[in-house]
């Protein structure tokens, strides 16, 4: 014996009736939505840069005004013809805005800081860290994260340093001056 039916149930969703578009309607604008997101998501690529690096990036050559969402992060100078040189300053990540001289945005991008070369190497004293360039000798190297009294000394020897190939070089010794 067949059971029957209750008149009031309803039909399943197989057998409903949609209107004719509506299906196509919601993939034509999926369709045309999907490229769109791509197209933006490929203007703003990724400039990645290492701390202490630079690198020449090309803008728009009506480029007048470079600006850097986070300037503790990276540094940017405008050079003609669009030419940027961008430089890390600090891991992280920020963006770069291109304008022209009216205002108008010209490109938008992303960039990225990263950690510097393999051959610095880290090492770990407890809670204390120091940071060695070993290319192919180690010597000291500042690197963020490193503990402060460890980078306290190695900034000012390096100042110190240069305060003294700098006041040599005005002086008039060496072989140029000869």
């Known amino acids: 014996m067949t059971p029957l039916r209750p008149s009031h149930t309803r039909p399943s969703l197989s057998r409903r009736k949609?209107?004719?578009?509506?299906g196509l309607r919601a993939l034509a604008v999926a369709l045309v939505l999907v490229p769109a997101a791509a197209a933006r998501a490929s203007e703003q690529a990724t400039v990645t840069v290492t701390v202490d690096n630079a690198k020449v990036i090309r803008l728009p050559e009506r480029t007048a005004t470079v600006i850097v969402?986070?300037?503790i992060i990276a540094d940017v100078s405008l050079q003609r013809n669009g030419i940027v040189v961008l430089t890390g300053k600090s891991f992280g990540s920020t963006n770069l805005i291109a304008l022209d001289a009216a205002g108008t945005m010209l490109a938008e991008s992303a960039i990225s800081v990263r950690?510097?070369?393999?051959?610095?190497?880290?090492?770990?004293r407890?809670?204390?860290?120091?940071?060695?360039s070993c290319t192919p000798a180690c010597q000291p190297a500042m690197q963020l994260?490193?503990?402060q009294r460890?980078?306290?000394?190695v900034s000012g020897q390096t100042g110190q340093r240069n305060s003294l190939a700098t006041a040599g070089a005005g002086a008039g010794s060496g072989p140029a001056a000869r």
């Open 18 to 22: 949609f209107p004719c578009g509506t």
């Open 69 to 71: 969402g986070n300037p």
């Open 115 to 124: 950690a510097g070369s393999p051959s610095v190497v880290t090492v770990q």
């Open 126 to 132: 407890g809670l204390e860290r120091e940071s060695y």
């Open 145 to 147: 994260g490193d503990a």
């Open 150 to 153: 460890y980078f306290s000394e």
